[in-house]
């Protein structure tokens, strides 16, 4: 097939950019988007342009490193996958797709689509560990049991790859679903209660310190996340956090 | 708890709080409303006893007032963070694919519901303030002393068709502000029961009923004026 | 003596490491304040060594080329991770665990350090459920295993088909942790572009900054490199697209000896290529056959017409299949080892019957699991005169509750619906058990240089098992490096800061920003995919599943040539102070058209087969591996220049504790 591409072109950090058409033809259905664009950025290598830059790493949808906001939505019309997931077979011959990098104040463009999404990691340096020693002298894993049900709600939060989705789909460009997913993992599990005042506090000061929005409970981001992570999460970070400062 | 409020999950508590609040006050003000559909007097009677009660006058009163100013504030202090927190906006944005119209506009819903608030006041509220307090009047009575005033009062305004048109309006944007403001409060406050089904049902009947039921008031005594 | 010394500790097996550890000299908590260490690499391995050694107290600096350690392609393992437990009573123990190791290594593997491995792996888990990492769990609330390929115990802890994810954030939660003390500074989006060596020790590296494109120094009383694997060297493999082998290749340039390159590991179930744009394979479990049987067309005329999409594979009566694995390996059908169905899929897709427009493809059937399954549960359920549909809904329902994951990855990337037509598949390359030399103690032939995890070749042999890759990392990381470090790091308590503003450092810095200069003025005709593509082909034709040494010495030749075009043409757009993946990519591509050489050489050394190393030449009549005892060693390559001039080392490999048998699935 052949498609027209709205790209958002920025050389670095301070460029104002903005946004330019590319032609692509002879599209397999079967590529995937990134596939799609290594065709393009091989043609502009060839014809001695600069190919647009955008990050990617494993191409199987694990590694979080994608992050495409392409025809007004994070990693593309499909749901529950990332841009390297995303096939062309979703898209007709002839159709104009827009690609833009997430957008969010916390996330500045680095260069075209690709973005600083350090944020993410400054939030969990604030907490997102619990504090052992990783000196193999713990107690016995089994020590401790832990409900299967309490282990896999767990699993389902930790399933977050930190893409920043919910970051790009929310109208207010707020964080709440990766942080709430985080808090969740250990909120869950009974190695997480030790710290569990003093993290909650540290990530969502964090948080607002980075400059993320406030979550107006629209939903967005549960919808876009490739991995499915649930609005409970937030939910249940509003009552940690909530218990944290009545505990003090 | 100091920085709580100060936090954004903290001025999220606060804003589903007040929120609460406001809704729990709605529908005591529909309860009384319509009354005056099937009872003038009965209607009468609540309003002169709310009119005049100390506790409802000197505490809820200024808590409502209080609880109305802050959502609204703290709702234009969120948006305004909220705008900032995306300084350059996408070219193309699709938000009907992931989230309701309702939630991503509850600031312009919101801003009806203030440009209401204002007439409503102006209609309700001065008239009452200056009656009771400015000119000390706190009988309740019509002019000629036959009976309670607010049944009449009520019955008057509603004559207008602009002014029930705009009430109209101004309701629908309640419903629409509701439909996301009442789940949206409870997931605020950290509610793990409010993504069950049967509250978020709840939920769209509170938000349909309720406007409805004052829209079915004003067109009631509108219609029958004439 | 050889010049190899693997400082293997005397001593019986089960004690070697405990009275190791014992001996060592330590370092006093005051001065490893005063210690820097480089951790090259944020997966697995490199992860938990930084987080180890900056609790212990040393100064940590980490390197990753991602925008975050977390993303190391440590994330994208599935299955599990094995440690022997004995949870399950089912007979597991330290002993069995190494013993399936090196079996399953094809004896390639070094004694000591793979008892170590099997010894500190219980305590990885112990270690991994108190940072938190949610393991699947039973209903009693005790942790969950499942057996995995080639063992005869249930031994594999995981995390839904997440394992490694949650391995890895456990190793970066304990970063962060460290991050947070200021123990560790992480350096993202930096790539490593070499290795400083004052007086013969490595005490620094080049990194360049891949967001502004500056070039940094970094000195440290040590370099751990833990930089993965060289599956890229394929091009297509299941591999990060960033995957590659530049640190390890220029610590060996420097001095750090190379082993077996050419252990590669071919995994039988990966999605098939759907055309030259490919740029990635995705691996699907390997527990899939135990229900899909494998099956290409018996007629020719058949293949032709499914691919021109005139026949569709139920069309074909079972008479007009060829099941090549049953027919072939009565005994074990389906269920043969790992390389053994990669050769046999490749071998029927040579003869020309791969079900695919590319050719390489055969079907992996679950027709015949739906019905029996479906049968099975009509006698459950007492429905008797079942119709076909029925048996069919039955059927399918316990297909998609054991793989309805895969199934559905399968159809986001396919299109097609698993449960109504076969599936297809093909092998890809996806781990590579050589990699840099080191001893005993981790070390590699440049004093003060470490290689751990998928980077080094220590554990795995000629074969890695399914659910060790996380198990080797996380142990070198955790338990086996942070102490044998402390042994070389004693010595140089008094040494003080190393200064950044020497020769060696103005060498080094030079030799790098001369490379960097010269791929962006060069302006050639061909981009550096171009030359990464055509790299990829020859070591897919000539040093894939299965090898000759007619085709290695044509590899070989062709390799050089292709590498002498490279330096000439090769076109890389943009400039050197900016972000420019193309850049980068150039750099790793070209130390890729090294080690492929080097590669084939080795391959062609190697005369015999064992493990993922075939050669045609050495099998048995059965077509099977055949291993001769005169190569029971270890290649170590040491850097001379060209490739062709690398010269061969060879550690001897001593089996004192398992009897050396033959692999053997009949």
Redesign the interface.
């Known amino acids: 097939m052949n498609l027209t591409l ?1 790209i ?1 072109r920025q050389s670095d950090a301070n460029d104002k950019g903005k ?1 330019v058409d590319y032609k692509v033809t002879e599209i397999s259905e079967h590529m995937s988007f990134l596939e799609m664009m290594d065709v393009l950025n091989e043609q502009l290598i060839n014809k001695g342009e600069e190919p647009v830059a955008f990050d990617h790493d494993c191409r199987e949808g694990i590694c979080g490193m994608c992050s495409m ?1 392409i ?3 994070a990693h593309g ?1 499909d749901r529950g996958v990332t841009t390297c997931q995303l096939h062309m077979r979703m898209f007709n011959d002839g159709d104009t797709i ?1 690609i ?1 990098p997430f ?4 996330f500045p463009v680095i260069k075209d689509l690709v973005v600083d999404r350090g944020a993410f990691d400054r939030i969990q340096h604030a907490g997102g560990y619990i504090s052992v020693n990783t000196s193999g002298n713990t107690q016995d894993a089994n020590a401790t049991l832990i409900s299967k049900h309490a282990a896999d709600e767990a699993m389902d939060a930790a399933t977050c790859i930190g893409c920043g989705a919910c970051v790009a ?1 929310c ?4 964080a ?1 679903l990766f942080v709430g997913a985080k808090v969740s993992q250990y909120a869950l599990l009974p190695q997480g209660q030790v710290e569990a005042v003093d993290r909650v506090k540290n990530m ?2 964090q ?2 310190l980075e ?10 981001c549960e ?2 996340c490739p991995k499915g992570i649930s ?2 999460n ?6 940690e ?2 218990s944290a ?2 505990k ?1 | ?1 100091s920085g ?1 409020f100060k ?7 606060a804003m589903a709080l007040s929120a609460f609040f406001l809704m729990f006050f709605l529908l005591q003000h529909f309860a009384i409303n319509i009354l005056s559909v099937f009872s003038p007097d009965a209607f009468n009677e609540a309003s002169h006893f709310m009119g005049t009660f100390w506790a409802v006058q000197y505490v809820l009163q200024p808590i409502l007032i209080f609880g109305v100013i802050y959502h609204f504030v703290m709702g234009f202090i ?1 948006e305004a ?15 009907a ?4 119209w309702m ?2 506009n ?1 600031i312009y819903s919101g801003l009806c519901i203030l440009a209401f608030l204002v007439l409503h006041f102006i209609d309700f509220w001065f008239p009452e303030i200056n009656t009771k307090y400015i000119q000390g009047d706190m009988s309740g009575l019509l002019g000629n002393g036959e009976g309670f005033r607010y049944y009449q009062e009520l019955a008057h305004k509603f004559e207008s068709p602009l002014r029930v048109g705009a009430y109209v309006i101004a309701f629908v944007f309640l419903s629409l502000h509701l439909m ?1 403001g009442f ?2 409060a409870f ?6 029961s ?2 069950k089904e049967k509250l978020q049902l709840f939920g769209k009947a509170y938000a349909i009923i309720i406007p409805l039921g004052f829209i079915f008031i004003a067109l009631f005594h509108h219609f029958n004026h004439h | 003596m050889s010049v190899l010394d693997s400082k293997v500790p005397k001593g019986p097996l089960e004690t070697k490491w405990t009275d190791y550890k014992n001996h060592i000299d330590l370092v006093n908590p005051a001065n490893k304040r005063n210690i820097d260490i480089i951790v090259v690499g944020t997966g697995l391995a490199g992860g938990s060594a930084a987080a180890t050694l900056a609790e212990l107290g040393y100064n940590v600096k980490t390197f990753c080329y991602q925008d975050s350690p977390r993303r190391a392609h440590s994330i994208a393992a599935q299955g599990g991770i094995n440690a022997a437990k004995n949870y399950q009573g089912d007979g597991d123990s330290t002993y069995r665990l190494f013993y399936d190791t090196v079996k399953g290594g094809d004896y390639r593997s070094r004694e000591a350090n793979v008892y170590r491995l099997a010894e500190v792996s219980a305590n990885i888990i112990d270690q991994c459920v108190a940072q938190g990492v949610p393991f699947a769990r039973e209903y009693g609330g005790l942790l969950d295993n499942r057996s995995f390929g080639g063992v005869l115990v249930s031994r594999t802890f995981y995390a839904k088909g997440q394992t490694g994810q949650q391995l890895l954030l456990g190793a970066y939660s304990a970063m962060n942790r460290q991050i947070a003390r200021g123990k560790i500074t992480p350096y993202n989006r930096h790539e490593m572009l070499d290795v400083v060596k004052v007086d013969g020790k490595a005490r620094g590296i080049i990194a360049r900054n891949l967001v502004t494109g500056e070039i940094e120094r970094h000195s440290a009383h040590a370099v751990v490199i833990a930089s993965g694997g060289y599956g890229n060297v394929y091009f297509l493999s299941t591999n990060a697209m960033g995957s590659n082998v530049t640190a390890s290749w220029k610590i060996h340039k420097k001095g750090a000896f190379f082993a077996n390159p050419c252990y590669t590991q071919i995994h039988p179930t990966c999605i098939p290529r759907s055309g030259d744009y490919q740029s990635k394979l995705t691996l699907m479990s390997e527990s899939l056959r135990n229900d899909g049987r494998i099956w290409v067309p018996k007629n020719l005329d058949d293949v032709k017409a499914i691919r021109e999409g005139k026949k569709k594979p139920t069309d074909l009566s079972e008479d007009e299949r060829d099941y090549y694995l049953e027919r072939r390996y009565p005994a074990f059908g389906n269920l043969v080892p790992r390389d053994v169905a990669s050769r046999a899929a490749k071998e029927r897709c040579d003869a020309g019957y791969g079900v695919n427009a590319t050719g390489e493809a055969v079907y992996l059937d679950f027709a015949a699991a739906i019905e029996r399954y479906g049968k099975e549960q009509a006698k459950i359920h007492g429905i008797n005169n079942a119709s076909a549909e029925k048996i069919y809904e039955l059927g399918a329902a316990i297909v998609k509750a054991k793989y309805g994951n895969l199934f559905q990855m399968y159809e986001k990337i396919v299109d097609q619906d698993p449960y109504k037509t076969p599936m297809m598949i093909y092998p890809a390359v996806h781990y590579t058990m050589g990699g840099v030399w080191v001893d005993y103690n981790l070390m590699t032939t440049i004093p003060g240089c470490y290689a751990i995890g998928e980077a080094n070749f220590s554990d795995h042999g000629a074969n890695r098992l399914g659910a060790s890759a996380l198990m080797q990392g996380l142990a070198d990381g955790y338990f086996v490096l942070p102490y044998t470090i402390g042994d070389y790091l004693s010595n140089d308590i008094r040494t003080g800061k190393i200064p950044t503003d020497t020769p060696e450092f103005d060498a080094a810095e030079k030799e790098v920003t001369d490379r960097i200069n010269f791929f962006i003025s060069n302006k050639g005709e061909h981009s550096v995919d171009y030359y990464h593509k055509k790299l990829g082909k020859i070591m897919w034709d000539k040093c894939g599943m299965s090898r000759n040494a007619e085709g290695l010495k044509t590899a070989i030749n062709e390799i050089s040539e292709l590498r002498k075009d490279f330096w000439k043409n090769v076109n890389v757009p943009g400039t050197t102070t900016e972000y420019n993946e193309q850049l980068a990519k150039a750099g790793r591509v070209a130390d890729f058209l090294e080690l492929g050489e080097l590669f084939a050489k080795d391959a062609l050394v190697r005369e015999e087969s064992a493990g993922g190393h075939f050669r045609e030449e050495h099998q048995t009549e059965e077509g099977e591996a055949k291993r001769l005892t005169e190569f029971q060693f270890v290649s170590a390559w040491e850097y001379k220049g060209e490739p062709k001039d690398a010269v061969l080392h060879k550690e001897d490999l001593v089996y004192e504790n398992i009897e050396v048998k033959e692999r053997s699935y009949k």
Request: hydrophobic letters at 35%; proline letters at 1%; a positive charge.
């Open positions: 709205k958002w946004m906001f025809n007004g939505e019309p827009t833009e957008r969010a104040k916390a789909s109208k207010n460009a707020s709440m969502v000061a948080m607002d400059g993320f929005g406030n979550c107006t409970n629209t939903g967005a919808v876009e609005l409970e937030i939910a249940r970070m509003n009552r956090f909530l400062n009545v003090g | 708890m709580f936090s954004s999950i903290g001025r999220k508590y969120l963070r909220n705008r900032s927190a995306r300084v350059k906006k996408y070219a193309k944005n699709n938000g694919a992931n989230s309701s939630s991503r509850m996301h789940s949206s997931q605020s406050a950290g509610a793990s409010m993504r």
